[in-house]
């Protein structure tokens, strides 16, 4: 499986811009990838996925490298409630069956400071 | 609102005792993961089922099994509970295309004394 690879921890100042790197060099042509984030004492949830492109949605952005070998997570304006581990991982577009399963490493631990 | 919900969300077991966690999702999800979470190691997958009855060891399925009968329900089995198995174990689902999103559950905190 592509693996992902993430910076243990940044820092961020509240309502300042916030880019969260992920490099993925053995990304296949069919992996998607996603990104979740786990807030303290919560379950992981969902933030944004991509092909190609780069997507926008309420969350955040994601910026995909030219040769898709890195992305960029985006939170435009960091707030307090954003602390939290940021996860890249890859989805395969083909994946069924016993090829589903779905990894996640250890993440970015993201605080923000007021 | 998609839910998966964990059985309990605080367990307190004795070594050796027979285990179940229990996970259920309302979404008609093909795929149902468990995983455990323990400070500095991330998330470790134990074992995904991507059909009734089917099922694949993750990377840590040592001392788990898992059952799941009907296509909303996916749960964990601990044979003999021991103390190493004390942690956060989450539940999650989803549909089985590349595309789509997990959803998860709160999480069940186990202690094993």
């Known amino acids: 499986d592509a693996k992902t690879t993430q910076p243990n921890s940044m820092e961020s100042n509240e309502e300042e811009p916030v880019h969260l790197p992920c490099n993925h060099s053995t990304i296949s042509g069919t992996d998607y990838i996603h990104w979740y984030r786990q807030l303290p004492s919560q379950g992981p949830e969902y933030v944004i996925h991509g092909l190609t492109s780069n997507v926008n949605n309420r969350m955040a952005s994601l910026a995909i490298a030219e040769d898709r070998k890195s992305s960029t997570l985006i939170l435009h304006r960091a707030t307090l409630r954003d602390a939290a581990v940021y996860y890249c991982?890859?989805?395969?577009?083909?994946?069924?069956?016993?090829?589903?399963?779905?990894?996640f490493g250890k993440g970015t631990k993201l605080s923000v400071k007021p | 609102d998609v839910k998966v919900t964990q059985s309990s969300r605080y367990l307190v077991k004795r070594t050796g005792e027979k285990v179940f966690l229990e996970c259920v999702q309302d979404m008609d999800h093909e795929n149902m993961f468990w995983y455990r979470q323990d400070p500095g190691l991330g998330l470790r997958l134990i074992y995904f089922s991507y059909d009734v009855k089917m099922k694949e060891k993750g990377d840590i399925p040592e001392g788990y099994s898992v059952s799941r009968e009907k296509k909303e329900r996916f749960s964990l089995i601990l044979e003999s509970a021991s103390t190493n198995q004390t942690s956060m174990y989450l539940c999650?689902?989803?549909?089985?295309?590349?595309?789509?999103?997990?959803?998860f559950g709160q999480g069940t905190r186990l202690t094993v004394v």
């Open positions: 991982i890859l989805r395969d577009r083909n994946y069924g069956g016993s090829q589903g399963n779905l990894i």
């Open positions: 999650a689902s989803s549909f089985v295309y590349g595309t789509a999103e997990a959803f």
